[in-house]
């Protein structure tokens, strides 16, 4: 009878909790795996742009599809052609809110990285994507892959650049190409080269996403309903006017070996860019895997500093130029000590010769204060030896003249 009782009212209050929340309209998300069939991508290491892809693609879709109220869809599930316009029509007819590219990079000379997104021209539509492309970029960051910028690129006709933009853009669909990283670029190799490592991008991609739109999830600790909104700057516009570096070069210009182990470097930067201003630099003490804070550079896109290397440390040192319109190229890498010679016995050198500093020679020099007095000096009569014989022998012969008279004189008054 009591269980009666209750029944109704448990009932009443589940049924005033599902009123009071009624379910959201579903977000449309549209994944692209960028390539595939016959384009491939980038290829390094025997691996293809295309394949990794995909598999970002996949863990990015299973981990969005945990949060409530989102709906994902993929242009391309397999190794198969699509063309841009196939890609956007069916990211159209699921009437997408978002349309989301995933891809690697790689550049002509291999001297660029980082984590590049880019988004559209419009304005409009960028303002959409971008708290979703800087949540990703800092998502990348806490992985260790740089930053390397989002931008919006146009052509000569001031249209985008990118076809998968300039097709999204005029079926109105938000959109952004997410660069995740530069597969050209030797230590990244172990991020595209483990299917563990892909995924777990796939899944810092939809954790980003899902705090840029404010998502919650049957999780509560991965709930990001509750979240501040995602402050971000304007994107970089690129136009066919705006020009990368054209070459970064860092030498080694003084070393002294102090250790057996270690030397002090004096390393210099001189970067080249014939369209704009360089600025800064960043330096990176491993090769690329992390960048120290931005360092403003000297006139002309010099600069010069000074470390302590010690030969039991990673010493491959690299740096990041950049113009006035941040966009960035890579120096080449020194490697410290495959370029300086160390003594193993330095040391014990050290102890065993003597120390032959030269004692400083005594000089006198007169001080403003002393210059008039310097003549009085100078006019004194100088005694030589000579002269000090016949001082004495005059001295003594008057001392016997004397004596003499006063003999002669006693004499005379007895």
Not at 44 to 60: P, W
Not at 140 to 159: A, C, F, H, T
Not at 161 to 184: F, V
Not at 186 to 195: A, C, K, S, V
Request: proline residues 4%; contains cysteine; glycine residues 6%.
């Amino acid at each position: 009878m009591v269980f009666l009782m209750i029944v109704p009212f448990l009932l009443r209050i589940f049924s005033i909790k599902a009123n009071a929340a009624p379910k959201r309209k579903p977000i449309i998300i549209v994944i692209d795996a960028g390539h595939g069939g016959a384009s491939t991508g980038a290829e390094y290491f025997g691996l293809e742009e295309k394949d990794l892809n995909l598999v970002i693609a996949r863990s990015l879709k299973a981990t969005l599809e945990k949060f409530n109220d989102v709906e994902v869809y993929m242009t391309r599930k397999k190794d198969i052609d699509s063309s841009f316009s196939k890609r956007v029509d069916y990211a159209a007819a699921k009437k997408a809110n978002y349309l989301i590219s995933i891809h690697l990079n790689e550049s002509e000379d291999h001297n660029r990285t980082g984590c590049e997104i880019m988004v559209p021209s419009d304005s409009k539509l960028s303002k959409k994507v971008m708290p979703m492309a800087e949540a990703v970029t800092e998502a990348m960051e806490e992985i260790g892959i740089i930053r390397g910028g989002i931008y919006s690129e146009v052509d000569e006709d001031g249209k985008d650049y990118y076809g998968l933009l300039r097709q999204a853009s005029k079926n109105k669909i938000p959109t952004m190409i997410i660069e995740h990283l530069y597969m050209d670029r030797e230590e990244y190799l172990p991020y595209f080269n483990n299917n563990d490592i892909l995924e777990t991008i796939g899944q810092r991609d939809a954790f980003a996403i899902a705090r840029a739109l404010k998502l919650s999830s049957p999780y509560e600790e991965y709930s990001f309903e509750n979240e501040p909104d995602i402050e971000y700057e304007q994107p970089l516009l690129i136009t066919e006017k705006s020009f990368y570096p054209e070459a970064a070069e860092l030498y080694i210009k003084e070393s002294k070996q102090v250790s057996d182990t270690s030397c002090e470097i004096t390393f210099g930067i001189k970067g080249t860019d014939s369209n704009h201003p360089l600025v800064s630099y960043r330096l990176s003490k491993d090769d690329g895997k992390t960048f120290g804070d931005s360092v403003p550079l000297n006139n002309g896109g010099t600069a010069e500093f000074h470390i302590t290397a010690q030969n039991t440390e990673t010493n491959k040192y690299i740096v990041w130029i950049e113009n006035d319109i941040h966009l960035m190229i890579l120096s080449n890498m020194v490697n410290v000590f495959d370029e300086v010679d160390m003594d193993p016995d330095f040391s014990k050198k050290q102890e065993e010769e003597p120390d032959l500093t030269p004692i400083p020679e005594f000089t006198t020099e007169f001080t403003d204060e002393d210059e008039e007095f310097k003549g009085i000096y100078d006019k004194e009569p100088k005694i030589n030896g000579i002269q000090s014989v016949v001082a004495v022998f005059g001295a003594v012969a008057g001392l016997f003249a004397c004596f003499f008279l006063f003999l002669l004189f006693r004499k005379e008054k007895k």
